[in-house]
């Protein structure tokens, strides 16, 4: 039987003007991002438009709704009709909301307002979720929209309702004010000027901060790698290789002496190398995720074999520095490089699917918003991105900061994790697309779908040893997601629950107050606990995890061996320059 071939199509080229029209709309995309913050308001509208036709088309819900609204409104009837000295509030506000905590806020007409507020806010969110036809995920971001727009409003962010305000106001005589004006002033100067915050200043990079002692052994266009000199006569023999997040500059996990995980480590006889990225510009929009993991992690790996030969390496991850050691080591496993003793996660995901609400600044809307902008000026600043992260502890960050420093005048003591947090830095264009829409958006690393030279990778091909923290109160790598990785099948996994946030909950040095932790291994054959079960079984330990990870490594490591002096020229690694070297002072 004679078939066919089917006749190719001609080639259609785009029609005259097509590029310039699509410039045109990256142009005008471009400059909408900067005056968005990088938020798409189509994107926004879109999820709207859709809860509210979902909700017009729920006359059950709506009925609730209504209900629920009568319901809320005679508690607060019966409770202005009791409220007094000493009376219980009808709501309570959620165990992270430290807006109505002082006294003032129990007397009268204050109790009314924020109890109102608070019932408001607790209908809004009944009015936001549980809607047929609305997905969890687009629930999460309406809830989030409303959630924004309640606490702009809400009673403690203005002079008149806010009964502490008010208070300081009447017995300063406006004085506050006048001194919230000098430090709002001060601020728009200092953003103007391209300046970091105010008490900064204090807390400056190789002199305050970032001061253990050592070389730089290494230097590519993308890092410089720090060998710290040792504090201690004999050393373990396998060397640790720190690499951090490159969204922020490394020296979080090097802040003041008392409070720097590289000195406790170097200190309890380790060698530790650190990885400290490059600062781009609009010249490096190309570099991409490849260009990351071999630069930044392979040439780093390299040069610590050199450096010190014939010894394994323990490796560690802080952030998305853990994702890409993950992607680097699962392809060094399936290539048969054997040089990783053990690998350490430190808040660190690699399934997104459940990467919590930094997922809803990561749509399809959202990242081709974000590439608009990106593609303009090459790179995605450190502001567009701390804004992002601003926005989802907007209590905390934005609006309780404004009402201390604007309204009481009372500036917040800086510290050294706040002048870090303020130490921004940029992200490639090329780079920030991919592991956007890699990552996040696809989920590649855990489907088995990620590319490292040419080849998928799989996390299962990984046989060291991994220890992972989570952090309780991690906004931006949810403990439960970081879990995920306890169903690894084939080596053993570590978890670790600290108490604190995503950076404070890691430093979290020996001695720091309040600190505690759950810890238990999974063994290759034993049985899955769900995040949940885990948590109710691990047992509680009072004070830092730092020991506990010490005494790990120290488990699969040999016996100690001579202190090693940073730098090795005969292996063609000489000492470049002092630590805390030259690319995390860059601007």
Known sequence: ??????????????????????????????????????????????????????????????????????????????????????????????????????????????????????????????ATTDIDG?????????SFIVRQMLDHMAPSNFIATNPDILKATVEQGGANLLTGIEH???????????????????????????????????????????QYSPTTDDVYPEPILIVPAWIMKYYILDLSPHNSLVKYLVDQGHTVFMVSWRNPTSEDRNLGMEDYRKMGIMDAIDAVSAI???????????????????????????????????????????????????MLFISESEVSYLESMMWDQGFLDGYQMAGAFQILRS????????????????????????AWNADLTRMPYRMHSEYLRGLFLENNLSAGRYMANDLPVNLADIRVPIFSVGTVRDHVAPWRSVYKLTMHPATEVTFVLTSGGHNAGIVSEPGHPHRSYQMSTKKVGDHYLDPDRWQQSAPMQDGSWWPAWQTWLVGYSGDKVPARTPANTKAGYPALCDAPGTYVLQN
């Not at 509208?45 to 609730?64: A, N, R």
């Not at 002033?185 to 103007?192: F, R």
């Not at 970091?196 to 001061?211: L, M, S, Y």
């Open 1 to 126: 039987m004679h078939v066919t071939e089917p006749v190719p199509a001609p080639f259609d080229p785009p029609a005259p003007g097509h590029y310039t029209y699509q410039a045109i709309d990256q142009a005008f995309k471009a400059n909408m991002a900067r005056l968005t913050n990088g938020i798409s308001p189509a994107g926004l509208v879109e999820i709207q438009v859709q809860w509210l036709g979902h909700l017009l088309m729920s006359p059950g819900k709506q009925m609730e709704l209504v209900e629920k609204a009568q319901r809320k409104l005679v508690r607060l009837m019966c409770h202005a009709m009791h409220a007094g000295p000493g009376a219980d509030p009808c709501i309570e506000p959620l165990p992270i909301d430290k807006r109505f905590a002082s006294p003032g806020w129990q007397q009268w007409p204050f109790n009314m307002m924020y109890q109102s507020f608070l019932l408001t806010q607790q209908w809004w969110h009944n």
């Open 134 to 142: 609305v997905s969890d995920a687009d629930e999460k971001v309406i």
């Open 184 to 226: 709002l002033i001060e601020d728009v100067q200092h953003t103007l000027a391209g300046k970091k915050p105010v008490g900064t200043e204090n807390f400056q990079v190789g002199r305050d901060v970032a001061i253990t002692p050592g070389k730089v052994v290494y230097r590519n266009h993308l890092i410089e790698l720090i």
């Open 308 to 358: 010190i030969p014939d010894q394994k390496i323990h490796s560690a991850g802080y952030c998305l520095g853990g994702t890409l050691l993950s992607i680097a080591a699962s392809a060094m496993a399936r290539d048969g490089d054997d040089r990783l003793a053990s690998m350490t996660h430190l808040a660190t995901q690699v399934d997104f699917t459940e990467a919590g609400e930094l």
């Open 395 to 418: 209590n905390d960050l934005i609006w309780s900061r404004l009402a201390n420093e604007y309204l009481l005048g009372e500036r917040q003591e800086m510290n050294d994790l706040m």
